[in-house]
């Protein structure tokens, strides 16, 4: 059981190997998680049809595992978190808010923007350029952008590689 209480998944392939159409053809969607550098803390693959608000939980949870120091307690822990608007939902808010993280997802535009349980911090969304920042960094790693890896695992493992990478950069400049 995770620490919120629902059922852990295995880490086993799942079964369209996070492939599937979307507006842009065959693709594959990447979730990330980053600090306030820009430097990733975990990811999540969906398939391209999927729906953004679903991979939130498994984002979490995966991060919750990760990123802990050596008695188990988390190392970092979000304060707040930025998305689009894909990821605009009242159990979003509810959740997130339970958490002790501060939602910064903009309202849709036919939502009543007050009955939100938090007012939308826009200079705080203006941050949300260091995840895309990083995004796009990711897709300049010729592998990940062109997936030659047919599993989600393996893909998966090439999106780690490109992380790996990254800190080794940082901390041997």
Not at 150 to 162: C, D, P, S, W
Request: aromatic share 10%; glycine share 10%; net charge positive.
């Amino acid at each position: 059981m995770c620490r919120w209480g629902c059922k852990k998944k295995d880490s086993e392939e799942p079964a369209d190997h996070a492939l599937g159409r979307s507006r842009g053809g065959f693709t594959t969607k990447f979730h990330i998680l980053c600090d306030g550098h820009g430097h990733p803390l975990h990811f999540h693959l969906t398939a391209g049809q999927a729906h953004d608000n679903t991979a939130l939980v498994p984002l979490l949870e995966g991060a919750d595992e990760q990123v802990v120091d050596g008695d188990g307690e988390p190392v970092a822990w979000p304060v707040a978190m930025a998305g689009d608007k894909g990821y605009r939902a009242q159990w979003i808010d509810e959740f997130l808010l339970k958490l002790g993280i501060m939602p910064v997802i903009p309202s849709k535009e036919n939502e009543d923007r007050s009955a939100r349980p938090v007012e939308f911090d826009r200079e705080a969304y203006r941050r949300r350029s260091i995840v895309e920042c990083l995004i796009g960094w990711l897709k300049e790693c010729r592998r990940v952008l062109t997936r030659f890896e047919k599993a989600a695992k393996n893909f998966g493992g090439m999106i780690k590689m490109a992380f790996i990478q990254r800190y080794l950069r940082l901390y041997f400049r």
